[in-house]
């Protein structure tokens, strides 16, 4: 039997029944950049293209569970982790990576959902930097949740370093909240600023869209791109599904990540 010659990144998500973030945006951004998903679920919500109204976290055994019978059968090429739930899950997430060193790890620290409700705790956000900043490769807080998380920071470069003092070897920080003219994203490594990029601002709201470039961002470091490359592509692709976005609810847009397929189609 041969073997698949797509890279598989394995994602830690949360279920959207909306199918705007979570899971179902992790499966179609990383498919889009040519790389296969194997999804292990975090957690179920309800929620809707407003805001989460509740979510039931998966318990740390059958996560476990999960992750490590695909690590067991299948060559992992990277770990995207998004919304993770509970402590008990960061714990065992952490086990996961401490086993899997050689495996990139790329984190989108979600703290809240798009409609503000809050889905990490500070005894979570002091989890995520004691067990898991240490073995990231790439987190890609936005501005609001880098303030969040390097809460003795004064400005949005000094949250970046403290956050590669807690071990993470680049940091993207995005600027879509920050109400500015254009979108500023600046990528951090090496305990200094790399590099930023200027995005036109789009007209709405979305749902999913950090998902969508932390997806996208795995799963081209799951082909061999480096982190910068993989950073710089990402936003691209990203940018490109938000400008094809398309409105399903009452709530924000959902960002186009097919918009090539369909584009084709057309």
Known sequence: MSKSTHPIVLCFSGNDPTGGAGIQADIEAIASMGAHAAPVITALTVQDTINVKSFSVTRASLLLEQARAVLQDMPIAAF???????????????????????????????????????????E???????????????????????????????????????????????VLVTGAHEGTEKVTNTLYGQKQKLQAWQWQRLAYSYHGSGCTLTSAIAGLVALGHSIPEAVKIAQDY?????????????????????FKIRNKLD
């Open 238 to 258: 990203t940018w490109q599904a938000l400008n094809h976005a398309f409105h399903s609810g009452m709530g924000q847009h959902h960002p186009d990540r097919l």
């Open 124 to 170: 979570m956000a002091l989890a995520y930097s004691d067990l898991l900043f240490p073995l990231t490769s790439l987190i890609t807080p936005n501005s609001h949740e880098a303030r969040l998380l390097a809460p003795g920071a004064d400005s949005l470069d000094a949250c970046a370093q403290e956050l590669m003092d807690d071990g993470c070897d680049y």
């Open 80 to 122: 995207k982790v998004g919304m993770i739930g509970s402590i008990e899950n960061i714990e065992a997430i952490h086990s996961i990576l401490r086993d899997y060193k050689e495996i990139p790890v790329i984190i989108d620290p979600i703290i809240s959902a798009g409609g503000g409700k809050s889905l990490t705790s500070k």
